[in-house]
């Protein structure tokens, strides 16, 4: 039992430049989000899926797609990387219901230069 | 004004005191309350959450909330050098899917 899982863990790119990040859980969860974490600002909400074949922007969805490919996948990507998507990006998978925590992958560290 | 808000840190406290952790919320409409706990460099890991008013206890931790004034908060008992983190109240909406963390407060525990 993985849990939720991220690759890459590290990636730079350079600024116009396109990628994808993956996360999968194994957790039969209906829902997966993707947030960002800067310095100060806690974690950002970029889009979530409550279920597969849905998806809704969050807090902060400008310069980002997501796919949810099937029930355990939700894919972010990138289509021209900008300096400013610099971060730390956590995925995160939950139950439904209001009493269920969310648990997230060990996170992607990108770099824009 | 942002979704979750959270007092501003770095937030110290010497070793054995109360810790308190606050938290408030602008949509009404806000079912659930979570706090998670993360160190450097980590995924954030759940302490507690809470969904009814009033207090839970969990250990040397209680959520309190009160709905009326849109707020929920984080007492940590005892606080020990280990509690040092940062701490991030997340609300889930009506919906019961969407997530929005507040901005979190660094907790340091002195020695």
């Known amino acids: 039992n993985a849990g939720v899982t991220q690759t890459p863990k590290f990636q730079v790119l350079k600024t116009g430049q396109s990628m994808t990040l993956q996360c999968a859980q194994d957790?039969?969860?209906?829902?997966m989000y993707w947030y960002r974490q800067d310095p100060g600002m806690g974690l950002r909400l970029i889009y979530y899926?409550?279920?597969?074949?849905?998806?809704d922007k969050g807090e902060v969805p400008n310069g980002y797609n997501v796919s949810r490919l099937n029930k355990r996948e939700f894919s972010l990507r990138l289509e021209s990387a900008a300096p400013s998507q610099t971060s730390v990006y956590f995925c995160?998978?939950?139950?439904?219901?209001?009493?269920?925590?969310?648990?997230f992958g060990p996170g992607t560290r990108l770099t824009v230069t | 004004q942002k979704e979750v808000e959270q007092n501003s840190g770095p937030l110290s406290v010497p070793e054995g005191a109360i810790a308190s952790l606050n938290c408030t919320y602008s949509?009404?409409?806000?079912?659930?309350f979570f706090w998670y706990r993360q160190y450097s460099g980590k995924s954030p890991e759940l302490i507690m959450f809470?969904?009814?008013?009033g207090d839970k206890e969990d250990g040397r931790f209680t959520a309190q909330l009160n709905k009326a004034s849109q707020y929920v908060s984080l007492l940590i008992r005892d606080s020990q050098p280990s509690d040092s983190a940062t701490y991030l109240c997340?609300?889930?909406?009506?919906?019961?899917?969407?997530?929005?963390f507040g901005p979190g407060t660094s907790l340091s525990v002195i020695p």
């Open positions: 995160a998978s939950r139950a439904a219901g209001r009493t269920y925590e969310q648990y």
């Open positions: 957790m039969n969860h209906n829902s």
């Open positions: 899926s409550a279920s597969e074949g849905t998806t």
């Open positions: 949509d009404r409409g806000s079912q659930s």
């Open positions: 809470i969904y009814s008013n």
């Open positions: 997340a609300v889930i909406r009506t919906s019961y899917d969407k997530v929005i």
